[in-house]
């Protein structure tokens, strides 16, 4: 009875010690599998935070374009407003100048006259 007892004995260990390295393995892989799931949580939250600032960026730069549309539009108005002034100087520069010649003519064709 004692042998059988001991063989009883020595598998059970021998059986145990086997659940236990087996439940080590599982528990190591259990570890790795929860670091990658983790890491990979981390990359997607990551590649989203990624893309609410694309969104932004874009966001930004449509405003920049629609800047810039506007500041050519006042740009174009400045430059319309100033040619309409240098058209006037122009045309005042002219008749002050026609004026300036013919106005010695008028006076000395009045004193002729009178």
């Known amino acids: 009875m004692r042998y059988e007892s001991a063989k009883i004995l020595l598998t059970e ?3 145990c010690e086997y659940s ?3 439940l080590t393995e599982y528990m190591l892989r259990d570890s790795i599998k929860n670091n ?3 890491l990979q949580k981390d990359k997607i939250l990551s590649l989203s ?3 609410e600032n694309y969104t932004t960026i874009i966001k930004n730069l449509n405003t920049v374009l629609g800047n810039k549309n506007y500041e050519i539009e006042l740009k174009d108005k400045e430059i319309k407003k100033h040619l309409r002034k240098l058209k006037t100087q122009k ?3 002219k ?3 026609s004026l300036a010649g013919a106005l010695p ?3 000395a064709v009045l004193l002729i006259l009178l």
């Open 49 to 51: 935070k990624k893309g």
């Open 20 to 22: 236990d390295s087996i």
């Open 91 to 93: 045309t005042l520069t």
């Open 105 to 107: 003519i008028i006076t």
């Open 95 to 97: 008749i002050g100048f």
């Open 13 to 15: 260990v021998l059986e």
């Open 36 to 38: 990658v799931i983790a």
